[in-house]
């Protein structure tokens, strides 16, 4: 009996992975920053936000993965064949991401270590040192030990988050709330909102590298739709649960503080380990420090490889050949390049992400559209439940983004 549960343990283990991925991509500035700051700044007032956010675009992160299985072919094939204005526009948008994001991240993974560490280094060998240990990971280990290593990180980091949260909740509320609480839901706050929905759960373009982390993982592994698809719904399952315990973080250590919430991702995140170690006592400075650099490097891991291997798949289905080094040498490619954006442009970097940010919120609406219709295209259109939630997610995210481009511009 025992041998029977450590083999369907171990199969269970070996179908894991693309959905544990991207997880591991999504917790990052969204959870850490954005849902511990609606929950630091409006109480509970945006948990039922954050719930639905994360259902609503729960298909078209699905879609992704019953293509990828049922077609045998990746999202980025799939746009390709929508047309070629939809594919270019797909590929520009990863290029900008791409580095970008790699910068933003890399940057904030670097000033948190800088932070929680017994002694002073410069943030910029701390960029250096947590890029050559992504790329180790990534040029000698390949997909097998991303995979490996995003379970660890996974596991890690969901016990020690829910592990601070029952401390927190022990220890009851930091402050008392406000005898007049915020409003989250006015114009001037439409901006943090953005951030908040935009990027919650992930950027949509993670269902296209999600889609080739499936592809990779098929190379190895035999997987039924089936086991595709509890995959992702553990890995999207995680992403929706640590939002909603970052986000009562937030609520308990900060909520009420008369403290002013930062609201830039460093000083922020800066901010949270020093009102927890405040509140709750200096022993949990290394769990919480622990907690926010675990989100932040997983997400740098899967940043670096998950935009390359987009860049890559768009190569291959452009040209008659490429060379099987392509996806180092673009991994090198934009690693160089998110760090000469670190070097070079730090003080822009703001504007950068914010740029980035905007550009992936307003474009979700219509790659989750192309999502949608490539079901149509492989004759499985959503039924049901799934049907009623696509189309109430599509309302929301074009119904949001116009507000949003009403409201900018």
Known sequence: ??????????????????????????????????????????????????????????????????????????LVAGYQQQGKAIFFAFVGLNIIAAIVNTAGVLLLTASLLHY???????????????????????????????DKASKWIMATLTVSTVAALCVAISQGAANPPPAIPPEPFQMAMLGFLVVLMGWMPAPIEISAINSLWLKAKTRTNDLTLKQGLFDFNLGYGLTALLAVVFFALGVLIQYGSSTKIELAGIAFSQQLISMYTQTIGAWSHSLVAAIAFLCMFGTTLTVLDGYARTLNESLLLTRKSVPKYCLSALVL????????????????????????????FVTTPVFAWFNYRLMGVINKEPKGFIKVLSWLGLAYLFGFTLLFIYWKF
């Open 1 to 74: 009996m025992l041998l029977a549960l450590k083999n369907k343990l171990d199969t269970l283990g070996s179908t894991l992975g693309p959905g544990i991925l991207m997880a591991t991509a999504a917790i990052g500035g969204s959870h850490l920053v954005a849902a511990t700051q609606a929950g630091a700044l409006f109480g509970w007032q945006l948990l039922w936000l954050i719930v639905v956010v994360n259902l609503l675009k729960y298909p078209f992160f699905r879609f992704g993965v019953e293509y990828t299985l049922l077609s045998k072919q990746s």
């Open 116 to 146: 929680a560490l017994p002694w002073k280094i410069d943030i910029t060998v701390l960029c250096f040192a947590l890029l050559a240990s992504c790329l180790a990971i990534l040029l000698f280990g390949h997909y097998k030990l991303l």
């Open 333 to 360: 490619v934009q690693a160089i390049l998110g760090m000469s954006v670190v070097l070079f442009f730090k003080a822009n970097l703001k504007e950068m992400l914010t740029f980035a940010m905007t550009l992936a």
